[in-house]
T-cell receptor
Framework: EAGVAQSPRYKIIEKRQSVAFWCNPISGHATLYWYQQILGQGPKLLIQ????????DSQLPKDRFSAERLKGVDSTLKIQPAKLEDSAVYLC???????????????FGEGSRLTVL | GQQVMQIPQYQHVQEGEDFTTYCNSSTTLSNIQWYKQRPGGHPVFLIQLVKSGEVKKQKRLTFQFGEAKKNSSLHITATQTTDVGTYFCAGRDAGNNRKLIWGLGTSLAVNP
């Protein structure tokens, strides 16, 4: 099966500009996650969707970050305006709904590396 | 809040030596997953443990889940240079199975 697709792979912007990342999860995966991973650190959950509903967005900086999952399939993550500390890799992951088969493991995309100058 | 502590943060070994990383949760977990992230790569799922006291093996890797379902370990026997990377544990809280709590990872370096 096709994996989790993310774009763009790399993005360089200046602070105060905006950026958007796109993710297409594995077909049939109900749960979609956006993680932020700063160099040398573990993944930090920004937002978790189940179908098109938000399960957890407690660590999403809502004054500048927004995310949506249209029709419960693909998703976009937007940052506006960007700050220097937003430089990180933004990882999208998807998983099956718990109890519908599989182990609930997360499948990650290759990530989108953002550099804010 | 709920936390998963992972130690050590870094480990540097000679090729052929063993390696162990430990995870401890502040709350009871319904299950725990382990991931490996190669330098420059993305996390890749290794295994999930569900039962109290469960032990699973994958070639040179041995995974354990504690009896109280609050701690877990990953042991690698006779490390190889291909084992280099960061190993993360991630546990699902027993009270909220939809939430996955990540450890900060253990970075493993292997000298050939």
């Amino acid at each position: 099966e096709a994996g989790v697709a993310q774009s763009p792979r790399y993005k360089i912007i200046e602070k105060r500009q905006s950026v958007a990342f796109w993710c297409n999860p594995i077909s049939g995966h109900a749960t979609l996650y956006w993680y932020q991973q700063i160099l040398g650190q573990g993944p930090k959950l920004l937002i978790q969707f189940q179908n098109n509903g938000v399960v957890d967005d407690s660590q999403l900086p809502k004054d500048r970050f927004s995310a949506e999952r249209l029709k419960g399939v693909d998703s976009t993550l937007k940052i506006q305006p960007a700050k220097l500390e937003d430089s990180a890799v933004y990882l999208c992951a998807s998983s099956r709904l718990s109890g519908t088969g599989g182990t609930g493991e997360l499948f990650f995309g290759e990530g989108s590396r953002l550099t804010v100058l | 809040g709920q936390q998963v502590m992972q130690i050590p943060q870094y480990q540097h070994v000679q090729e052929g030596e063993d390696f162990t990383t430990y995870c401890n949760s502040s709350t009871t977990l319904s299950n725990i997953q382990w991931y490996k992230q190669r330098p420059g790569g993305h996390p890749v799922f290794l295994i999930q443990l569900v039962k109290s006291g469960e032990v699973k093996k994958q070639k040179r890797l041995t995974f354990q889940f504690g009896e109280a379902k609050k701690n877990s370990s990953l042991h690698i026997t006779a490390t190889q240079t291909t084992d280099v990377g960061t190993y993360f544990c991630a546990g699902r809280d027993a009270g909220n199975n939809r939430k996955l709590i990540w450890g900060l990872g253990t970075s493993l370096a292997v000298n050939p």
